[in-house]
C-alpha cells in the first residue's frame, strides 16, 4: 500500500485524485474527522489529510506538498520517502529542502520532472522531462504519457507522478 500524505491547501485537488485513483484501486482516505474506503479489498492506496504529524515512520511514502501549512513542521520522515511539489509553490519547495526529501516537481516548466505537454478533450499528454526512480526503486526514462480527462491539469500533473512513483503505469493506458 503506498500512503500518500497531504500537507498544504489543495482547493478540491484531493477529492479529484480519490476519484480518479480509485476508478481501478481501492483507496481508503483518512483525515479531517472522516474514514472512509471506496470499495471493500486490501487497499492499493491510502491518503491522509489533515497536517503534518511529528513522526512519520510509513514504507511506500509519498508526501504531497503545497504552501498553506498551518503551524511549524519539523517532522522526522522515513527515508526513502518523496516529495511532490508543484514548482510554482516556493512554500512547499523550501519545506521540501529543509526536510531534505528526494523532491520530484511538477509544474509547466522546462525544468519541473512532469508537465503537461498538450491538453486536449480526450485527455492531457504529459512529458516525464528526466529519468526517476519510483518507490520500489523501478527506473522511468523520459517520455510521453497520456492521461484520461480530468478537471485541473494539476490533477493530471499529480496523478501522473503518483502512478509512476507507486509503480502503477499500467492505469495510465487506460
Given at each position: 500500500?503506498?500512503?500518500?500524505?497531504?500537507?498544504?491547501?489543495?482547493?478540491?485537488?484531493?477529492?479529484?485524485?480519490?476519484?480518479?485513483?480509485?476508478?481501478?484501486?481501492?483507496?481508503?482516505?483518512?483525515?479531517?474527522?472522516?474514514?472512509?474506503?471506496?470499495?471493500?479489498?486490501?487497499p492499493?492506496?491510502?491518503?491522509?489529510?489533515?497536517?503534518?504529524?511529528?513522526?512519520?515512520?510509513?514504507?511506500?511514502?509519498?508526501?504531497?506538498?503545497?504552501?498553506?501549512?498551518?503551524?511549524?513542521?519539523?517532522?522526522?520522515?522515513?527515508?526513502?520517502?518523496?516529495?511532490?511539489?508543484?514548482?510554482?509553490?516556493?512554500?512547499?519547495?523550501?519545506?521540501?529542502?529543509?526536510?531534505?526529501?528526494?523532491?520530484?516537481?511538477?509544474?509547466?516548466?522546462?525544468?519541473?520532472?512532469?508537465?503537461?505537454?498538450?491538453?486536449?478533450?480526450?485527455?492531457?499528454?504529459?512529458?516525464?522531462?528526466?529519468?526517476?526512480?519510483?518507490?520500489?526503486?523501478?527506473?522511468?526514462?523520459?517520455?510521453?504519457?497520456?492521461?484520461?480527462?480530468?478537471?485541473?491539469?494539476?490533477?493530471?500533473?499529480?496523478?501522473g507522478a503518483?502512478?509512476?512513483?507507486?509503480?502503477?503505469?499500467?492505469?495510465?493506458?487506460?
Amino acid at each position: 500500500m503506498v500512503t500518500i500524505l497531504f500537507c498544504g491547501r489543495f482547493d478540491g485537488v484531493v477529492d479529484d485524485l480519490e476519484a480518479a485513483l480509485g476508478r481501478q484501486h481501492v483507496i481508503l482516505r483518512m483525515g479531517n474527522g472522516c474514514i472512509r474506503q471506496n470499495r471493500p479489498g486490501r487497499p492499493d492506496y491510502l491518503l491522509l489529510t489533515g497536517g503534518m504529524p511529528a513522526t512519520i515512520e510509513l514504507p511506500q511514502l509519498l508526501l504531497v506538498l503545497a504552501g498553506g501549512m498551518a503551524g511549524p513542521v519539523c517532522p522526522r520522515i522515513a527515508s526513502g520517502a518523496v516529495a511532490l511539489v508543484d514548482s510554482a509553490d516556493g512554500e512547499a519547495l523550501a519545506l521540501a529542502g529543509r526536510l531534505r526529501l528526494k523532491t520530484v516537481t511538477v509544474g509547466l516548466g522546462r525544468t519541473d520532472t512532469l508537465t503537461c505537454a498538450s491538453r486536449r478533450e480526450e485527455g492531457t499528454m504529459l512529458s516525464l522531462q528526466r529519468s526517476i526512480r519510483s518507490l520500489s526503486g523501478r527506473r522511468y526514462e523520459p517520455a510521453d504519457i497520456p492521461m484520461p480527462p480530468l478537471r485541473h491539469p494539476r490533477t493530471a500533473l499529480l496523478l501522473g507522478a503518483i502512478l509512476l512513483l507507486s509503480d502503477r503505469v499500467e492505469m495510465l493506458k487506460g
